[in-house]
């Protein structure tokens, strides 16, 4: 038999090097039998659409079968753009076909973000911790970070002036809305003087928002593209609010730069499933994104306020968390000593699942963090989850002697 | 209004200076109302098997509908690698569900190799020309190429052998049947000695098959992958023999390699479309394919058929043409001085259009040729469109004085 033997296989070197990331070990945790996940940032499978989904599929079948199996262009289906623009355009931001590219999943927006952006050694000023899964994509292009420290109201942009001075930054990357991992959004008068910054040192911003049209509290945020304008690149998907295993995502940006990210879509994957992008463009058509992103929240407001609760009455006094206005997430801060990672082999072993959170740090700190997820548990569940996060902490809280 | 400007977008240079390819060309041509165009690569819509295809989602909803809006793992959903392994081993390549990965098309597997493999100033061993959408993926990673001559027996591996030892390129890339552009199928004689030459000197082979399983001509040749075992990496799809507009692809390649593709892929995408792949399965679970490459062998063979003889019929005789026993595209060699990039604006005046071959030639030349689809045009357009190529040439075939 003829054989390569791999560990001669001429990979590149940071190939081989990469971590399997937190992500991947997310659904690990989340598939095992009896565990109770708080791990995934899985929407809640119950309330899929599956019905309106079935009858765009048939609607697009009935008018459009031949196309939607079909090739079709890098940019996405136009009449998809369209109406995302549309929507985009009646929420605040004026858009047109032009400024939407369709792409596969808020991910594939990120890993475009990258590719056209980032050079090996180039910094990307982000929040501290974000999101693991661009740091993932960002780390494959050798970015370094500038990390900016957050609280209540977000991102602190002053500091961040200061990184833009010292590291050039390519790129600014924020999840301003229910930010994974924390659940902060930013403020008003941070988005501001964002954009200022951002405007003034000429860096794009590129606003990874999934989760802005799930505030289910409080009141709304006009999103960092509303108010920024061209100074800004939204990354949005329907992941969150629809269904995510269609992987239908875009951006929303300049009509001067959206070639760029159509030639090096067109070398990755040529285009996004023509299939999805039909379908949600049925539904959407058919108006009924709407009433199901209000259901959506209904039910997540009611989750987070099972697991708030739960953990007003089994976790001990001096952990902390946030009590996010919308999203899918909630931040847990540990006493300094506490080790959330070494800890975690022990909350398996008591059947629940988290993901720590120094993977979300870029600067390699919050080992005493953990993010919890809300939106897939059932209400039971939430609650014995959480009963066994209490127990597990308050035996491990205790600092060495 | 906060602006920022596109001159000023810090792009990566290479990013900056891609060229749009040939491909969205082709695209653009085969739109204009009233030309016949032989330029893309797209499988005959008629064939598509819709009624299968909405049989398939509907038993998915029925069974698994939640499952299959959700996320899943990036390797692909393990019953669908299952019944792609266990297709694989019956004709011929014995292969396991880990042996696996799903991509979203043929494209995003070329993608992967080439983030896996491919270092800026990195050589690449090919065939001279081969697949434009291949060239793209890897030049983005500022690939350099050793472009092997062919014949009709294929790639002329003595020749590579020679390259090899010049440049030792990281990867061999080859379509080995009904390549293309150029319809030419490796011989079984070429096969064993390309194994032979990637064995010696340690280098895998990466055989992009999209068209193998549509042969309606001839002796079958045994697959790169079920001669080589080891040595192979095999890249499918099923865009031509089902539906591009799914976009499921796969590899078949060793256990110790396929992982380090699954960690590039999952910080691309996460994954390729559930519920595509869902389809896929149930479709393929159904035992639908069989019966419909059949028909579509049956239905290209005709096409072919139809275009060589129109071809004999109107084209002059100091023009060649290759007569593929498979596939979706025949070559055409027009004599030296002919300049089929200079050509086709008049070609596209006379409401005809082709791809020309000089993108395909990782050299540089080419410039006398040009791919010709036969598989989306009917034979009424066929037969038209050649007459129309065939007075194009007389018309321009003397030398310029």
Redesign the interface.
Known sequence: ??????E??????H??K?E??A??EI?KYSSKPGVISFA????A??L?P?DD??QA?DTV?EKN??????????MGIPQLREIIAQRATDRGTKSEADNIIIT??G??AI?LLA?????PGDYILTENPTYV?AL??F??YQAKYAPVEMDDQGMIVDKAEELIKKHNP??IYTVSNFQNPTGITMSLERRKQL?DV??KY???IFDDNPYGDIRFEGEPQPTLKSL????VIAIRTF?KTL?????IGWMNG?K??IP?FE??K???????????QH?IYEYLAAGKAEGHIEKIKGDYLAKRNTMLEAMREHFPKDVKWTEPEGGLFLWVTLPEHVSTSALLPKAIEQKVAYVHGKPFFPDGTGDNTMRLNFSNATHENLVEGIRRLGVLFKENMQPVA
Not at 40 to 43: E, R, S
Not at 65 to 74: D, E, M, N, P
Not at 266 to 276: E, M, P, V
């Open positions: 038999m003829n054989k390569v033997h791999t001669k296989w001429p990979l590149v070197d190939v081989v990469m399997s990331s992500i991947r659904l995934g940032g899985l929407p499978p119950e899929f599956i989904l079935r599929f079948m079968a031949r196309a939607a199996v079909q090739y079709t262009v890098s596969s999943g991910q594939q890993e590719r056209a952006f980032i050079s899964g993932q994509a780390t494959y390519k790129v954009i951002a405007t000429n860096i794009p920024g304008g061209e100074a992941s269904a995510p295993g269609l992987r300049p001067e730069i760029y030639k090096v067109q070398c990755t994957d040529l285009h996004t499933s023509t299939l999805g379908i």
